[in-house]
């Protein structure tokens, strides 16, 4: 089911190491062209464009694309207790784990008068994505709104898509989980089509512009995410999902076959990859995940997953070329089943769960981390979604006459270098006769009288 990348007793270079890399390139491919033209239907003919969407992707028509807060009200009420209980710890756990991420403003004091106030402030307004196509993810619900609500953002809208199940509303567990939240602006509308109208608005749905989107989905909400950049912020591209396992002949076999599983049921297109020093340990997976996959709930998906370019067994020669191809894979989610994990070492993951009791699923509910994660390689220069995600570092300078008489001349020097006089002048004209009062003049002898 899975296909054998043999590197042992190859010398590879990190560019090699990443041309080794399994990944399903043409499924990115073909998502990136196809969500930009479903981005920009969506822009141009709004509504209309979002109801075609949905009765062509959802099997859905005539719905509340809106949702009617009577929608959420009955979806809280309905809710599993058992299931409440779990959403509220979770809640509770990640907010806490938030909150952490926050900063505190500082203030540099850079000499009497002279000051710099470093603050951090919410963006006004976001568009949370959480996804329900092949699963329902109420903790999707959780990972996006806390951190959101942590960092202090005034609004929040979530799109979920319509499910026809249930009429073309969205999935009850996540209305309500958003109702349980606070959220109250809540559309019924899926995929690529959402982040397109969260971005640009849809001025007969009362769907205002956000200034930031977030949230997990499939390849086509990732390269949406792509299309919609520059005009919002975007988290980064947390797409099909991934999983890379690195183990040593101390693992057991039948956790990291679980472990591989648990992510291939979430897509056909989800990677599932394990890098490992011991043949025989990779043996025994192998042999440990075909009755496993067979017999799960959605062994089609599964095998697809496991069966795809995107997934494999990768067998080295030591830690050290285990590491190096995790460097480069940069995985969304990584699994270290070592005697010796170093985790310090593997610096390019979204997140990071060592030892066997660590399971990535930990980390999708109650482990307080976030689950919404850069995937496609991408963890080697973007991170996971947290509060930050939604906060901007702003200065705020204050300086005082005496403070900038400073440095006035340092300034104008630069300004001189840079052929930019102007920018001088700017500072001199403050000491100017016409500008100086007998107050400047005591309390900066250097300024003309």
Do not use: C
Request: hydrophobic fraction near 50%; aromatic fraction near 4%; glycine fraction near 8%.
């Amino acid at each position: 089911m899975l296909r054998t990348i043999d590197l042992r007793g190859r010398a590879l270079t990190p560019a090699e190491l990443l041309a080794t890399v399994p990944r399903a390139t043409a499924a990115r491919e073909e998502a990136i062209a196809t969500a930009a033209h479903i981005v920009d239907d969506v822009a141009r003919r709004g509504e209309a464009a979002l109801r075609e969407q949905a009765e062509r992707f959802d099997g859905v028509v005539g719905h509340d694309i809106r949702v009617p807060a009577s929608h959420l009200d009955d979806a809280l009420e309905a809710l599993d207790p058992a299931v409440r209980a779990a959403l509220e710890q979770a809640i509770a756990r990640v907010r806490e784990a938030s909150a952490a991420q926050v900063p505190a403003p500082v203030v540099t004091e850079l000499g009497p008068g002279a000051r710099v106030l470093q603050r951090w402030q919410p963006v006004r307004r976001v568009g949370l994505y959480v996804p329900g196509g092949k699963a329902v993810y109420p903790s999707s619900v959780v990972m996006n709104v806390v951190p959101a609500q942590v960092a202090g953002v005034a609004e929040i809208a979530l799109a979920s898509p319509p499910q026809r199940e249930f009429g073309g509303r969205v999935h009850p567990v996540i209305l309500g989980a958003a109702k349980l939240l606070g959220v109250t602006e809540v559309y019924a509308m899926g995929g690529a089509g959402a982040i397109g109208a969260l971005a640009h608005g849809v001025p007969g749905l009362g769907l205002a512009p956000v200034d930031v989107v977030t949230g997990p989905g499939n390849n086509f909400v990732a390269a949406a995410k792509r299309a919609v950049a520059g005009l919002v912020g975007t988290d980064a591209e947390a797409g099909a999902t991934e999983i890379l396992i690195v183990a040593d002949d101390g693992a057991d076999a039948r956790l990291v076959a679980a472990d591989l599983i648990s992510q291939a049921e979430h897509d056909e297109q989800a990677s599932a990859v394990l890098v490992t020093t011991s043949e025989r340990l990779a043996q025994e997976v192998l042999a440990a995940i075909a009755p496993r996959a067979a017999a799960t709930r959605h062994a089609e998906r599964v095998a697809a997953a496991l069966g795809g370019p995107q997934s494999a067994v990768v067998l080295v020669d030591d830690l050290a070329t285990a590491t190096a191809f995790s460097n480069a894979y940069a995985p969304e989610h990584l699994e270290l089943h070592l005697d010796d994990p170093r985790a310090d070492e593997f610096v390019h993951a979204g997140a990071v769960f060592v030892g066997p009791d660590s399971p990535v699923s930990l980390g999708d509910y109650l482990a307080g981390s976030n689950h919404v994660l850069p995937t496609g390689g991408q963890a080697r220069y973007s991170s996971g979604l947290s509060a930050a995600t939604f906060l901007r570092p702003q200065q705020v300078i204050e300086y005082d006459r005496a403070a900038l008489a400073e440095v006035r001349d340092a300034i104008v020097t630069l300004a001189e270098a840079e052929a930019l006089p102007a920018h001088g002048e700017a500072v001199t004209a403050r000491f100017d006769a016409a500008s100086t009062t007998p107050a400047d003049v005591a309390a900066d002898p250097g300024v003309p009288a």
